[in-house]
Structure formats: structure tokens, C-alpha cells
């Protein structure tokens, strides 16, 4: 077996080297720290018998061709937050790297079925707010009108940093090419949350990634002074706002997985001598199941009713974006099953909360699935994030045995 998760290790410690300062990872998408950080993977694939793409969305393939045309894709991002971690994206991507190279050497360059690698351009979205940006046009699902206008906080548009870096933004659909002979997708991520770690395993197997509901809610009620308006004759938005902030935690607490985060407030007039006359609010619910997540938006629209009612208050709902859950392929979550359980013991199944590149595979209809390792402290997106070397070794070993499975499973 020539699979060398220290390689993967010492690989990641390299790129940390080369692309974060003193307050964390900065290879933020379409910038020049981002380039050179693919420009450095390039140095990686040197030698290895592989051909190398950018698709038109700026995607980057690297293709070991096979007996078969039948594709085993592996994926990851090489792009970071700003001040972001160290794992985040890149284990995912240098672990398939590492896999690639053990499916070379094993069958002298010329596996039974084609491997590529992708690196996905865009997943954080942290400079244009516009997540997964990269693997949507893959997908066939990117929306480039309302894409090409968003600006950055130096107001750079979208369409002139992605054109900057070589890929103008009308051709991105053509990036839907890449899914030819595409017979399955997998990724490894860190969990980024503390399930893992608080259940004392190493890895997971990702069932999916849940569905999210996202809307701005608003109360209207009536400014009036704070000193002359008797506390029974006020119509104060922010005290119905503040049941609902309290009220999502019961309809989360009914589900096991669900989540309702109220985020934001923001309270008009905003003095402190003023009941609140309006306050804008914003409302995420995640689930993986879509009834559930139904359910929880519904329950949460009757309960603002009665709210806005208690309190003498009108409510008012926008959605601001939505996607259905997206389990992962039945077939595939149980290879990832036996990975995680021969290299690790037991495999415990968890839903994403946060949404991958993984996910829009999926939405494209190509069989996907997701193994998580476990964050320390369930942090990232910090340059604190970190994960035990040991648990990443066994990272990179399960993503190959899921791999090899996969890989079989395609060819049968
Ligand atoms: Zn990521």
C-alpha cells in the first residue's frame, strides 16, 4: 500500500506556511494569495501521469485517466476565509490528492476507472457573499445575473475579479461539461461543529446536508415616549420579537437535529428613550428532513402571529433564501459506513449543518456522499481550528477505502 497520510500532513502544514499570517489562512477566492496557492498545487502534481484543467467556472481538474471512462471524483477547496483555518477545504482536497496517487502507483498510472480531483472555486463566498460558487455552475444551478453585480468592500463586482483571474462569468455554464462520465462524488471535511468530539470519535458519516429556511421578519408596533406611555398602552415590536427569539428554541428542541437561529436585530427609533416602533429581525432553520423543515417554518409564522397579537404588534415575512434538504446517495452512505467503522470502530451517522460543494453534486444527480473528521472544540473559520494529527492520518486512510469501494461499486 503506497498510501502516506503523513505526506497529507506535512502537505497541509506546507500551504499553511505559504498562504496564512499571523491571524490565520487568507486565501480568499479570486485573490492573489488564492492563485498562488494553486499555483504551489501545481508543483505537487509534477511528475504524477495526470492531465491538468481549469473548467469555465475556474474549477481545477486533475484527471488520472483509467482503463474505464466511468469517474471517481474527489473534491475539496483550496480557497479560505479570511483569517481562516488551516484544514478547512484543503484536507478535504490534498487528502483526495493523496488518493490519487495511491490509485497511480497501485495500478502503475493506469487505474480501472478514471479519478479526477477537483478543486472548487468559491466555496467560502466570503468576499462576495455568493457560497459555492464554483461547484453550482458545475451543477447547472449558479443564478450569474444576480452573481455577476455583487460587489466586494472595495466595491469590486464579481464579474470583473472572477474575468481578472481568467474566466468570465458568461461562460460558467459551460462548466456543466465536467459531469461527463461523472459516476460518483465523495469529500472529506471537518465536522466544524462538536458532535464528534463530544461522542469521543475520530470520523462521521454526513447523511446529507440539511435543508435551510431564511427570512426576514419584521414587527410593527408604535414608537412612543419611554417616560409618558404606561406600560399597557404600548405596542412595543421588540418585546414580541423577543418572544419569538425565545419561542425558536422550543420548535428546534421538538426535532433533534433542527436548528433555529434568530441572528440579527435591529430596533427603530433605536434610542433609549423610545419604545420600539419596528424591529427587523432574520430567522435560519435547518433540517435535513424537509417535513420537519416545513413544519418549524410554519410553527414559527403562527407563533410571530401570536406575538405581534399579545403584544399589539403586525408581523410581516420575506423570505430571503431557501434550499431543500439533500441526503446523500443510499448506496454510497454505506461504503462510507464500512470505511469509517474498519479504520475507526464505529461510524456514527450526523446530518451537515453547513452546506458543502458535496451538496450541489448531489443537486446535479450524481451519487455523492460526505465523511466528516472531528473538529477540536468544534471550531473553524478561526485560525484556531485544528483536529488531532492522529485523527486526520485516519482521515486520509477511510477517504481511500471509501474510495476503493466507491471505485468497485462503479465498475460492478
Ligand atoms: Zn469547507
Known amino acids: 500500500m503506497s498510501l502516506y497520510p503523513e505526506r497529507t500532513i506535512a502537505e497541509l502544514k506546507e500551504l499553511r506556511e505559504l498562504t496564512a499570517d499571523g491571524n490565520g489562512a487568507q486565501r480568499v477566492a479570486w485573490t492573489d494569495t488564492w492563485l498562488q496557492a494553486r499555483e504551489w498545487f501545481q508543483s505537487k502534481i509534477k511528475g504524477l501521469p495526470v492531465k491538468h484543467h481549469y473548467d469555465a467556472a475556474g474549477n481545477s481538474w486533475t484527471t ?68 459555492l460558487l464554483g461547484s453550482s455552475a458545475f451543477a447547472g444551478t449558479s443564478s450569474i445575473a444576480a452573481d455577476r453585480v455583487r460587489t466586494d468592500r472595495d466595491g469590486i463586482r464579481l464579474e470583473d475579479a472572477v474575468a481578472r483571474c481568467g474566466f468570465p462569468i458568461d461562460r460558467f455554464p459551460d462548466a456543466t461539461r465536467e459531469q461527463k462520465n461523472a459516476a460518483a462524488y465523495i469529500e472529506l471535511h471537518i465536522e466544524q461543529g462538536p458532535v464528534l468530539e463530544s461522542m469521543e470519535l475520530p470520523l462521521g458519516v454526513v447523511l446529507g446536508t440539511k435543508g435551510v429556511e431564511r427570512h426576514a421578519i419584521t414587527f410593527f408596533g408604535q414608537e412612543a415616549h419611554s417616560g409618558s406611555t404606561p406600560m399597557n398602552a404600548r405596542h412595543d415590536a421588540l418585546a414580541a420579537a423577543a418572544k419569538l427569539a425565545l419561542e425558536i428554541r422550543t420548535i428546534a428542541g421538538k426535532h433533534k437535529d433542527a436548528v433555529c437561529t434568530m441572528g440579527s436585530v435591529k430596533t427603530f427609533p433605536g434610542i433609549v428613550t423610545a419604545v420600539v416602533g419596528r424591529c427587523e429581525t432574520t430567522l435560519d432553520q435547518r433540517d435535513l428532513d424537509a417535513g420537519i423543515l416545513a413544519g418549524m417554518y410554519r410553527e414559527a409564522q403562527e407563533a410571530s402571529q401570536r406575538f405581534a397579537r399579545e403584544e399589539k404588534c403586525t408581523v410581516e415575512w420575506s423570505r430571503i433564501w431557501s434550499i431543500e434538504p439533500i441526503a446523500f446517495h443510499p448506496a454510497l452512505l454505506g461504503f462510507c459506513e464500512e470505511a469509517v467503522r474498519e479504520v475507526a470502530g464505529t461510524a456514527h451517522g450526523l446530518p451537515s449543518g453547513p452546506l458543502h460543494d458535496a451538496a450541489e453534486v448531489a443537486r446535479a444527480g450524481i451519487p455523492t456522499v460526505m465523511m466528516f473528521v472531528q473538529s477540536l472544540r468544534g471550531i473553524s473559520h478561526n485560525k484556531i481550528e485544528d483536529t488531532r494529527e492522529e485523527h486526520l492520518a485516519m482521515a486520509v486512510q477511510a477517504l481511500d477505502r471509501l474510495a476503493s469501494k466507491t471505485a468497485r461499486w462503479i465498475l460492478a
Open 64 to 131: 488520472l485517466a483509467g482503463a474505464s471512462e466511468r469517474t471517481l471524483i474527489i473534491g475539496g477547496h483550496l480557497d479560505s476565509v479570511p483569517n481562516g483555518g488551516w484544514l478547512d477545504g484543503c484536507l478535504d482536497f490534498l487528502a483526495g490528492l493523496e488518493v490519487l496517487r495511491r490509485f497511480s502507483e497501485e495500478y502503475a498510472g493506469r487505474p480501472p476507472l478514471t479519478i479526477r480531483l477537483v478543486d472548487w472555486a468559491d466555496e467560502e463566498g466570503a468576499r462576495f457573499g455568493r457560497s
